[in-house]
């Protein structure tokens, strides 16, 4: 059975920096690719960063220069720099596997940005 556990969130002031992480567990398959997405009461579930099996990047326009993505193995990282009140939101992480049609989703982490 597949698991997504993360990790990392919390309160920070603006400005701070917080490391969010999510480990995939209990797959056979390798991995496509691994992202962050975040949720807020207001919005909809919108997409932050992702990096492929093969390292390649990309964000969300509000995550560059700010937010990097990296991965070990079967643990995708997410180094937010330079927090705004904006990016308080429930963050969840997504894991894509080859020859698994399933969509799979971390339980999410609540990261809050105070002014």
């Known amino acids: 059975q597949v698991q997504l556990v993360e990790s990392g969130g919390g309160l920070v002031q603006a400005g701070g920096s917080l490391r969010l992480s999510c480990a995939a567990l209990g797959s056979a398959f390798s991995i496509n690719h691994m992202a962050w997405y975040r949720q807020t009461p207001r919005k909809a579930r919108e997409f932050v960063a992702r990096?492929?099996?093969?390292?390649n990047t990309d964000y969300a326009d509000s995550a560059k220069g700010r937010f990097t993505i990296s991965k070990d193995k079967n643990t995708v990282y997410l180094q937010m720099n330079s927090l705004k009140p904006e990016d308080t939101a429930v963050y969840y992480c997504?894991?894509?596997?080859?020859?698994?049609?399933?969509?799979?989703w971390g339980q999410g982490t609540q990261v809050t940005v105070s002014s």
């Open positions: 997504n894991v894509d596997f080859s020859y698994d049609p399933e969509d799979y």
């Open positions: 990096v492929t099996s093969a390292g």
